[in-house]
């Protein structure tokens, strides 16, 4: 079974970088892409960085030149590497992989494997 942990979450200055890191244990087969979401007390989930299985990236505005999803195959770990960190940056982040699923009429993808999830604080 496919497992996700998540760990580099912590407390840091405005200004400052974090490198999360996801291990994942076992193997996706033919997975969509994997992504980094994050969750605060007053929002709803947000993604915030997403790689797909060929290699392309999506930021949200909210992000895009601070944040950079990479993964390492060799090792199978998917990073978040955050740097000028906001105090809006701060919630529960969490890596996810997308698997993909056939049907009749093609394929499905859907988010089928989530980490527990690590706190980041980023304060003032």
């Known amino acids: 079974q496919v497992q996700l942990m998540e760990s580099g979450g912590g407390s840091v200055k405005t200004g400052g970088s974090l490198t999360l890191s996801c291990i994942v244990s076992g193997y996706i087969f033919d997975h969509c892409g994997m992504a980094w979401y994050r969750q605060t007390t007053s929002t709803e989930r947000e993604r915030v960085a997403y790689?797909?299985?060929?290699?392309?990236?999506v930021y949200p505005d909210s992000v895009k030149g601070r944040f950079t999803i990479n993964h390492d195959k060799s090792k199978n770990i998917l990073f978040l590497q955050m740097n000028s960190l906001e105090v809006n940056d701060t919630g529960v982040y969490t890596c996810?992989?997308?698997?993909?699923?056939?049907?009749?009429?093609?394929?499905?993808?859907?988010?089928?494997?989530w980490g527990p999830g690590t706190q980041v604080t980023v304060s003032s």
């Open positions: 996810a992989a997308q698997g993909r699923k056939l049907n009749p009429f093609g394929s499905t993808c859907s988010w089928d494997y």
């Open positions: 790689l797909s299985v060929e290699g392309a990236t």
